[in-house]
Protein backbone atom coordinates (compact mmCIF):
# COMPACT_ATOMS: atom_id res chain seq x y z
CA UNK A 1 0.00 0.00 0.00
CA UNK A 2 1.42 3.32 -0.81
CA UNK A 3 1.69 5.56 1.79
CA UNK A 4 3.36 9.05 3.05
CA UNK A 5 3.70 9.98 6.08
CA UNK A 6 4.99 14.15 6.82
CA UNK A 7 6.33 15.60 9.91
CA UNK A 8 8.37 18.29 11.20
CA UNK A 9 6.09 21.22 11.12
CA UNK A 10 4.35 23.51 13.82
CA UNK A 11 5.18 27.38 14.97
CA UNK A 12 8.53 29.27 14.38
CA UNK A 13 9.06 32.70 13.78
CA UNK A 14 9.20 34.88 11.17
CA UNK A 15 12.87 34.60 9.94
CA UNK A 16 13.08 31.11 11.11
CA UNK A 17 13.76 27.59 9.74
CA UNK A 18 12.12 24.18 9.62
CA UNK A 19 12.90 20.55 7.88
CA UNK A 20 10.14 19.08 6.91
CA UNK A 21 10.50 15.22 6.63
CA UNK A 22 8.45 12.46 4.05
CA UNK A 23 8.95 8.92 4.88
CA UNK A 24 7.24 7.01 1.90
CA UNK A 25 6.50 3.33 2.10
CA UNK A 26 4.66 1.19 -0.24
CA UNK A 27 7.32 2.24 -3.35
CA UNK A 28 10.34 3.09 -3.89
CA UNK A 29 11.20 7.18 -4.31
CA UNK A 30 13.57 6.93 -6.65
CA UNK A 31 11.19 5.34 -9.21
CA UNK A 32 8.49 8.48 -9.24
CA UNK A 33 8.63 12.21 -9.43
CA UNK A 34 7.67 13.66 -5.85
CA UNK A 35 6.58 17.09 -5.32
CA UNK A 36 5.75 19.09 -1.93
CA UNK A 37 1.99 21.25 -2.26
CA UNK A 38 0.64 23.72 0.23
CA UNK A 39 -2.47 24.63 1.23
CA UNK A 40 -3.07 27.78 3.26
CA UNK A 41 -6.16 27.78 5.95
CA UNK A 42 -9.13 28.22 3.61
CA UNK A 43 -7.46 28.17 0.30
CA UNK A 44 -6.53 26.38 -2.36
CA UNK A 45 -3.71 23.73 -3.56
CA UNK A 46 -0.26 25.46 -4.42
CA UNK A 47 2.47 23.60 -6.02
CA UNK A 48 6.13 24.25 -4.21
CA UNK A 49 8.84 21.92 -4.83
CA UNK A 50 9.12 18.71 -7.12
CA UNK A 51 11.63 16.14 -7.64
CA UNK A 52 12.22 13.91 -10.66
CA UNK A 53 12.28 10.45 -9.87
CA UNK A 54 16.12 9.53 -11.46
CA UNK A 55 16.96 13.19 -8.91
CA UNK A 56 18.53 15.27 -11.32
CA UNK A 57 17.35 18.22 -10.76
CA UNK A 58 14.94 20.15 -8.38
CA UNK A 59 12.52 22.35 -8.90
CA UNK A 60 10.93 25.49 -6.71
CA UNK A 61 7.56 27.79 -7.01
CA UNK A 62 8.99 31.41 -7.24
CA UNK A 63 7.29 32.08 -4.04
CA UNK A 64 9.98 30.33 -2.07
CA UNK A 65 12.72 29.68 -4.50
CA UNK A 66 16.26 30.87 -2.76
CA UNK A 67 14.95 29.64 0.71
CA UNK A 68 13.56 26.51 0.22
CA UNK A 69 15.69 23.22 -0.80
CA UNK A 70 14.59 19.85 -1.34
CA UNK A 71 16.50 16.71 -0.82
CA UNK A 72 15.94 12.56 -0.98
CA UNK A 73 17.62 9.58 1.45
CA UNK A 74 17.35 6.78 -1.00
CA UNK A 75 18.57 4.48 1.90
CA UNK A 76 15.79 5.78 3.85
CA UNK A 77 13.06 6.36 1.09
CA UNK A 78 12.55 9.93 2.43
CA UNK A 79 12.33 13.21 0.87
CA UNK A 80 12.80 16.00 2.62
CA UNK A 81 11.82 19.80 2.57
CA UNK A 82 14.44 22.48 4.10
CA UNK A 83 12.41 25.65 4.66
CA UNK A 84 15.02 29.13 6.09
CA UNK A 85 14.04 32.71 6.31
CA UNK A 86 10.06 31.55 6.57
CA UNK A 87 7.09 33.94 6.38
CA UNK A 88 3.75 34.40 7.80
CA UNK A 89 2.75 33.95 4.06
CA UNK A 90 3.79 30.56 4.17
CA UNK A 91 1.71 29.28 6.75
CA UNK A 92 0.09 25.95 5.17
CA UNK A 93 -0.44 22.45 5.76
CA UNK A 94 2.34 20.86 3.19
CA UNK A 95 1.90 17.75 1.70
CA UNK A 96 4.02 15.33 0.12
CA UNK A 97 2.64 13.94 -3.25
CA UNK A 98 3.56 11.03 -4.98
CA UNK A 99 4.00 11.44 -9.05
CA UNK A 100 2.77 8.93 -11.71
CA UNK A 101 6.14 8.21 -13.22
CA UNK A 102 9.65 8.96 -12.82
CA UNK A 103 9.66 12.20 -15.16
CA UNK A 104 5.68 12.24 -14.55
CA UNK A 105 4.87 15.18 -11.87
CA UNK A 106 1.17 14.50 -12.14
CA UNK A 107 -0.07 13.66 -8.65
CA UNK A 108 -1.53 10.17 -7.67
CA UNK A 109 -0.94 9.85 -4.01
CA UNK A 110 -0.95 12.82 -1.25
CA UNK A 111 0.26 12.24 2.53
CA UNK A 112 -2.12 13.48 5.15
CA UNK A 113 0.07 17.19 5.72
CA UNK A 114 2.03 18.53 8.43
CA UNK A 115 0.60 22.08 9.49
CA UNK A 116 3.46 24.86 9.71
CA UNK A 117 2.32 28.24 11.24
CA UNK A 118 4.67 30.87 11.17
CA UNK A 119 4.18 33.88 13.61
CA UNK A 120 5.60 35.79 16.29
CA UNK B 1 3.05 29.16 -16.34
CA UNK B 2 -0.18 27.39 -16.96
CA UNK B 3 -3.22 28.89 -15.16
CA UNK B 4 -6.24 26.80 -14.50
CA UNK B 5 -9.32 28.58 -14.02
CA UNK B 6 -12.40 26.48 -13.02
CA UNK B 7 -16.39 27.12 -13.48
CA UNK B 8 -17.98 27.56 -11.08
CA UNK B 9 -16.57 28.21 -8.01
CA UNK B 10 -19.53 26.94 -6.17
CA UNK B 11 -22.57 24.82 -6.81
CA UNK B 12 -25.49 23.58 -4.53
CA UNK B 13 -27.42 20.30 -6.14
CA UNK B 14 -29.74 17.96 -5.11
CA UNK B 15 -29.00 14.93 -5.10
CA UNK B 16 -29.09 12.43 -8.27
CA UNK B 17 -28.35 15.22 -9.95
CA UNK B 18 -25.36 15.66 -12.92
CA UNK B 19 -22.65 18.38 -11.71
CA UNK B 20 -20.58 19.62 -14.47
CA UNK B 21 -17.17 21.37 -13.57
CA UNK B 22 -15.29 22.94 -16.30
CA UNK B 23 -11.73 23.53 -16.46
CA UNK B 24 -9.87 26.09 -19.06
CA UNK B 25 -6.22 26.54 -19.48
CA UNK B 26 -4.11 29.53 -20.75
CA UNK B 27 -2.48 27.05 -23.15
CA UNK B 28 -2.70 23.88 -24.75
CA UNK B 29 -1.64 20.97 -21.83
CA UNK B 30 -2.47 18.29 -23.85
CA UNK B 31 -4.18 15.54 -21.56
CA UNK B 32 -1.71 15.89 -18.48
CA UNK B 33 -4.84 17.73 -17.07
CA UNK B 34 -5.82 15.47 -13.13
CA UNK B 35 -9.20 15.92 -10.61
CA UNK B 36 -9.24 15.61 -7.42
CA UNK B 37 -11.84 15.54 -4.49
CA UNK B 38 -10.67 17.00 -1.28
CA UNK B 39 -13.03 16.80 1.97
CA UNK B 40 -12.83 18.87 4.76
CA UNK B 41 -9.99 18.00 7.21
CA UNK B 42 -8.45 15.22 4.42
CA UNK B 43 -5.54 15.13 1.78
CA UNK B 44 -7.08 15.70 -2.14
CA UNK B 45 -7.69 12.20 -3.45
CA UNK B 46 -7.19 11.01 -7.03
CA UNK B 47 -10.83 11.01 -9.31
CA UNK B 48 -9.52 11.31 -12.74
CA UNK B 49 -5.80 11.04 -14.46
CA UNK B 50 -5.02 12.15 -18.00
CA UNK B 51 -8.15 14.05 -18.48
CA UNK B 52 -10.30 11.07 -18.76
CA UNK B 53 -8.71 7.87 -17.20
CA UNK B 54 -10.60 6.14 -14.70
CA UNK B 55 -9.31 5.53 -11.52
CA UNK B 56 -9.54 2.02 -9.61
CA UNK B 57 -11.75 2.23 -6.20
CA UNK B 58 -13.31 5.63 -7.37
CA UNK B 59 -17.08 5.21 -8.19
CA UNK B 60 -18.38 5.36 -11.87
CA UNK B 61 -20.44 8.15 -11.55
CA UNK B 62 -17.11 10.13 -11.74
CA UNK B 63 -15.82 10.63 -15.39
CA UNK B 64 -14.05 13.10 -16.90
CA UNK B 65 -13.18 14.78 -21.02
CA UNK B 66 -11.55 17.41 -22.69
CA UNK B 67 -8.16 17.97 -24.12
CA UNK B 68 -5.67 21.07 -25.02
CA UNK B 69 -7.20 23.52 -23.26
CA UNK B 70 -10.95 22.64 -22.08
CA UNK B 71 -11.83 20.12 -19.60
CA UNK B 72 -14.69 18.42 -17.55
CA UNK B 73 -15.16 17.08 -14.59
CA UNK B 74 -18.65 15.33 -14.55
CA UNK B 75 -20.39 13.62 -11.60
CA UNK B 76 -23.69 11.71 -13.05
CA UNK B 77 -26.48 11.50 -10.34
CA UNK B 78 -24.81 13.28 -7.47
CA UNK B 79 -24.49 11.69 -3.85
CA UNK B 80 -24.59 13.14 -0.31
CA UNK B 81 -20.89 11.69 0.31
CA UNK B 82 -19.80 13.91 -2.84
CA UNK B 83 -20.06 17.08 -1.33
CA UNK B 84 -16.18 18.23 -1.41
CA UNK B 85 -14.19 20.68 -2.77
CA UNK B 86 -13.27 19.81 -6.56
CA UNK B 87 -9.49 20.98 -7.92
CA UNK B 88 -8.05 20.18 -11.86
CA UNK B 89 -4.07 20.27 -11.70
CA UNK B 90 -2.19 19.91 -15.04
CA UNK B 91 1.55 18.10 -14.86
CA UNK B 92 2.49 19.61 -18.51
CA UNK B 93 4.95 21.72 -17.42
CA UNK B 94 6.60 23.53 -14.50
CA UNK B 95 5.38 24.77 -11.84
CA UNK B 96 2.68 22.95 -11.54
CA UNK B 97 -0.39 24.74 -11.63
CA UNK B 98 -3.95 23.93 -9.62
CA UNK B 99 -7.40 25.56 -10.68
CA UNK B 100 -8.72 27.80 -7.75
CA UNK B 101 -11.69 24.91 -6.81
CA UNK B 102 -14.83 24.56 -7.10
CA UNK B 103 -16.89 23.67 -3.67
CA UNK B 104 -20.34 20.97 -4.47
CA UNK B 105 -22.63 21.43 -2.16
CA UNK B 106 -25.24 19.04 -1.44
CA UNK B 107 -28.83 20.67 -0.76
Known amino acids: EVQMVESGGGLVQPGGSLRLSCAAS????????MSWVRQAPGEGLEWVSG????????YFADSVKGRFTLSRDNSKNTLYLQMNSLRAEDTAVYYC?????????????WGQGTLVTVSS | EVVLTQSPDFQSVTPKEKVTITCRAS??????LHWYQQKPGQSPKLLIK???QSISGVPSRFSGSGSGTDFTLTIDSLEAEDAAAYYC?????????FGQGTKVEIK
Open chain 2, 89 to 97: HQSSSLPLT
Open chain 1, 51 to 58: ISGSGTGT
Open chain 1, 97 to 109: AKGLGVYSYGIDY
Open chain 2, 50 to 52: YAS
Open chain 1, 26 to 33: GFTLSNYA
Open chain 2, 27 to 32: QSIGST
